[in-house]
């Protein structure tokens, strides 16, 4: 990439966000994502790039309507129907204070501002840090973000076609002007998912970068 400019300068107005980068999502964890580990040290160095970090954590009670625990006779990785839509099940996986739901010892963002926990709503997912699944419960976190002088936002963590793709398309929706950081994800790439992911990012306008296109400082 040398000798091209870099598709990202970041400056005052521009966050990044740590997606969901959880035990439970790495090797050894209840929903363990491919390398999911492997984003670690890419989101460290890219940390120094950015003024602005909000990382966000997967929080669900026992018993959430997300696992395929909570539904007779179902098992995980199928699907089934919420008053809000279509559902994956899922491995019970990122319970509230678990050390499945901890952030992973190795990520060092001492200077990170917030941390979002979503999931909670034991009803009702959360794929995404801005807005619940059922499309119309907030986070708070699109206002949080303007209130410090954020418009653009780039995107890293887990899983790149879950998580990292419904915070990416509602930051997208909120207006913000929108990165994801494709070799700081991992994806599950369930039934082809992370390609459908990739095609819907691409249809609300998120850029697909490399970290090694974030200019730093
Ligand atoms: C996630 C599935 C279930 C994610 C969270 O972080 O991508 N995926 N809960
Ligand atoms: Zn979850």
Redesign the pocket.
């Known amino acids: 990439m040398t000798g091209l400019t870099p598709a990202l300068t970041p400056g005052a107005d521009t966050a990044m966000i740590v ?2 980068v959880q035990n439970d ?1 790495c090797s050894g964890g209840a ?1 363990a ?1 491919p390398e999911g580990e492997a984003v670690v040290p890419v989101i460290n160095a890219l940390a120094g790039a950015f003024g602005l970090i909000v990382i966000t954590q ?1 929080w669900h009670p026992a018993g959430h309507a ?1 696992f395929a625990s909570s539904h007779a006779g179902r098992s995980p990785f199928e699907t089934t129907t919420m008053p809000y839509g279509p559902q ?1 099940l ?1 491995p019970d ?2 319970v509230q204070g678990t050390r499945g739901a901890a952030l992973h010892d190795g990520l060092q963002l001492p200077t990170a501002q917030l941390i979002v926990r979503k ?1 909670w709503h034991a009803g009702v ?1 959360s ?1 995404s840090a801005f807005v619940e699944a059922d499309g119309r419960t907030t986070t708070g976190l699109a206002a949080w973000l303007r209130a410090h002088g954020i418009t653009r936002i780039a995107v890293t ?3 790149t ?4 793709a419904y915070t990416a398309q509602d930051a997208r929706s909120a207006g913000f002007e929108t990165w994801v950081i494709e070799d700081a994800c991992r994806a ?1 790439d369930l039934n082809g998912s992370l390609a459908a992911a990739w095609q819907a990012m691409a249809a609300t306008g998120v850029q697909r970068i490399d970290s090694s296109a974030v200019a730093r400082r």
Request: proline residues 0%; glycine residues 10%.
């Open positions: 997606v969901d999502f929903l994502v997967d997300s994956v899922w996986h990122c999931g997912d794929y963590g887990l899983a076609d879950f998580c990292v599950i």
